[in-house]
């Protein structure tokens, strides 16, 4: 089993910064690949950025440019740092974590919020 536990979030004006972080305990061997969705209200749960083991990273189209995920192995912990945010940024944004044969992770969410 993996536990994600993130931190950050908030309240942010449009184009400014905001950083998240999301630190995994337990079987920490068996991750492959973590990262974040992100949900608003009244739409589906969609792909914001992944990293892989090996430090492979991809994006959402919407996010490229504007945002950045990185990882600590040291600390098995991975960030986002979000820049130039928007109003339609605004959501819920969850961490997950992908092992090999075992569905993926979730942590609880940590809600951003931009206002215009």
């Known amino acids: 089993q993996v536990q994600l536990a993130e931190s950050g979030g908030g309240l942010v004006q449009s184009g400014g910064s905001l950083s998240l972080s999301c630190a995994a305990s337990?079987?920490?061997?068996?991750?492959?690949?973590m990262g974040w969705y992100r949900q608003a209200p009244g739409k589906q749960r969609e792909l914001v950025a992944t990293?892989?083991?090996?430090?492979?990273?991809n994006y959402a189209n919407s996010v490229k440019g504007r945002f950045t995920i990185s990882g600590d192995n040291a600390k098995n912990t991975v960030y986002l740092e979000m820049n130039s945010l928007k109003s339609e940024d605004t959501a819920l944004y969850y961490c997950?974590?992908?092992?090999?044969?075992?569905?993926?992770?979730w942590g609880r969410g940590t809600q951003v919020t931009v206002s215009s």
């Open positions: 997950f974590a992908g092992a090999f044969g075992h569905n993926p992770y």
């Open positions: 337990g079987s920490i061997s068996t991750i492959d690949a």
């Open positions: 990293i892989d083991k090996l430090g492979g990273t």
